[in-house]
Each structure stands twice: as structure tokens, then as C-alpha cells.
């Protein structure tokens, strides 16, 4: 009964679609040109140009070096460990980051913007920071709840707990700033009118709010995942770069390049960015093109 009232809410509080807009025809003079000359040339020289030289370099002998990293078993188990870690990450961040935008946009309690603050501390706060602050609190030998853990069989610095718990900090708050804005835009209308026809909040959740914020969610996914999968200074400082066990991805890319293995780094590199590019890509090619928000 209560999925068919919520089709009729879908069919009859479905917004129009929206007109486009016209924009206003300005014309281009020498100003617009040179703005549009320096934000190309800044992006060519910070991004493009960078990015180009580690393709090239990565592809210097052909794939040699591509193969070479792939058939080292400690490679192989390094690039195991930082995806295992990245998914978890983004599941982690996904329900959190959800949940946490529902409860900033459609409750008011005391502190809401005191938390609204704290959710983009990972922003600003240094990675060094936020690995120190791990060891500090989860350490074995001198954290507050570290030998307490440890004493019941849970090691969380230099193990793959603490891995997790800085790549999930750091990328904290990106799947809640895409959302946030979108929730608050569709407003609350429709979950009012679903609540109203005998509808539970399961069920209001599941064919009404989440359907509206799925691209939301989509692309903090993605955020969440190319900033997990290239975390480097909180893990380099919880993980202990202990090989075959906690050295992640990133690690595997400074150790090279220290040792000179430059064609090893840039290799590695090149797969990070290529995965991250990917799943750009990939959700700008399958969003739907007249959808603006959801």
C-alpha cells in the first residue's frame, strides 16, 4: 500500500523540468581573452605540463617498466592493500557522509554548526598532523587507548586498522559537501507528502530522498575514492612502511624515487592517476546530460 502512494507522490510531485536559461550575450573583448590566455596557461603550467611528463617518462621504454612493477609480488601486494583500504574508506565515509547530511540539513539541534565546522577539519589540518594524532591516541607503547587494544589482540598503529582509520579521516568530508547542498535544494516537500500517504522513514529514504541525491552521492563516491586511493603523509606516519604489509601504493612511489628507481616511480604513479582519471571520466560519461543536480 505504501509503495503504490509512493509512486503517486513521485508521478504527481515530480518537479517540471526546468527551462533553460537564457544567458545574456556579452561581448568578448580583449579582457575576456586575456582572463581566458591566464587561466589556460595556469592550468597547462600546474597541471597539464606536470602530468605530461610523468606519462612520457612512465612510457619512455614502452610498457618495460609498467610490466617490471607488475611482476614484482611486493608491488603487486602494495597496490592489494591501498585498493582494500580505499574501498573500505569510501564505504565508511559513504554511510557516514549520508547520514551526517541528512542529520546537518533536515534536523536543527544546539552545536549543528559547531559539527558543520568539524566536518572540514580533514581539509585543513595537515596529513603529518592527522597521522600524529593516531599514533598519539591508538599507539602501543605510549597512546591513550593503544596498549589497551593491543593487550586485547588489536593492533591499530603499523597495521592495517590504523591505515584505514587515516585514509577514512582524511577523505571524511567529501561525500558530505556534495550532498549537503543537494538535500538542501530539493527541499522537503516530497518526504512530507510520502510521511503523510502512510509511508515509513525506510521507506521515505529508499524511492524518495535517495534517488534525488544519487548523483550527489556518485561523485562524492569518486572524490572519496582518488583522494583514499593517493593518501600519503597520514599513512606514511601510521603505517610504518613495513613491506608486504602496511606499505600502500604511494609509499611504494617515494621509496623508488629515493632509490633512484625513477622509471619504477613514475610506472606507479601513472596507475594512481590513471584509476583516478577513470572514475572521472567514467560518471561524466554516464550522467545523465539534462540532470543538473540529481
Not at 592550468?43 to 611482476?71: D, M, R, Y
Not at 534536523?107 to 559539527?115: A, D, M, S, T, V
Not at 616511480?265 to 539534462?290: E, G, H, Q
Amino acid at each position: 500500500m505504501a509503495d503504490a502512494l509512493l509512486d503517486r507522490v513521485d508521478a504527481v510531485d515530480e518537479p517540471p523540468k526546468r527551462r533553460r536559461r537564457r544567458t545574456a550575450r556579452t561581448r568578448k573583448g580583449p579582457v575576456t581573452y586575456l582572463m581566458r590566455a591566464v587561466v589556460v596557461l595556469y592550468l597547462f603550467l600546474l597541471v597539464a605540463w606536470p602530468v605530461s611528463f610523468v606519462v612520457t617518462n612512465t612510457f619512455e621504454n614502452g610498457t618495460e617498466s609498467i610490466t617490471l612493477l607488475l611482476e614484482d609480488p611486493d608491488i603487486i601486494t602494495a597496490l592489494r592493500l591501498t585498493i582494500i583500504v580505499a574501498l573500505i574508506s569510501v564505504v565508511i565515509n559513504t554511510v557516514f557522509g549520508v547520514t551526517m547530511s541528512l542529520l546537518l540539513v533536515r534536523y536543527e539541534f544546539p552545536g549543528k554548526r559547531i559539527l558543520s565546522a568539524l566536518i572540514d577539519l580533514p581539509l585543513s589540518v595537515s596529513p603529518i598532523v592527522v597521522g600524529l594524532a593516531l599514533v598519539l591516541v591508538y599507539g602501543g607503547r605510549d597512546g591513550f587507548f593503544g596498549p589497551s587494544l593491543e593487550s586485547a589482540g588489536l593492533q591499530v598503529i603499523f597495521a592495517t586498522p590504523g591505515v584505514i582509520m587515516a585514509t577514512t579521516f582524511v577523505a571524511l568530508p567529501l561525500v558530505i559537501r556534495e550532498v549537503v547542498p543537494v538535500l538542501e535544494e530539493i527541499g522537503t516537500d516530497q518526504e512530507q507528502a510520502a510521511s503523510s500517504l502512510g509511508a515509513t522513514g525506510r521507506q521515505t529514504f529508499w524511492r524518495i530522498t535517495l534517488p534525488a541525491i544519487k548523483w550527489a552521492v556518485v561523485y562524492g563516491v569518486v572524490l572519496s575514492l582518488a583522494r583514499s586511493l593517493g593518501e600519503f603523509g597520514a599513512v606514511k606516519v601510521v603505517s610504518g612502511n613495513l613491506l608486504g604489509e602496511t606499505r600502500t601504493a604511494t609509499l611504494v612511489v617515494e621509496e623508488k624515487y629515493l632509490n633512484f628507481d625513477q622509471q619504477g616511480a613514475y610506472a606507479m604513479a601513472f596507475l594512481l592517476a590513471m584509476v583516478s582519471v577513470a572514475c572521472i571520466v567514467t560518471v561524466a560519461l554516464i550522467r545523465p546530460k539534462d540532470t543538473s543536480t540529481h
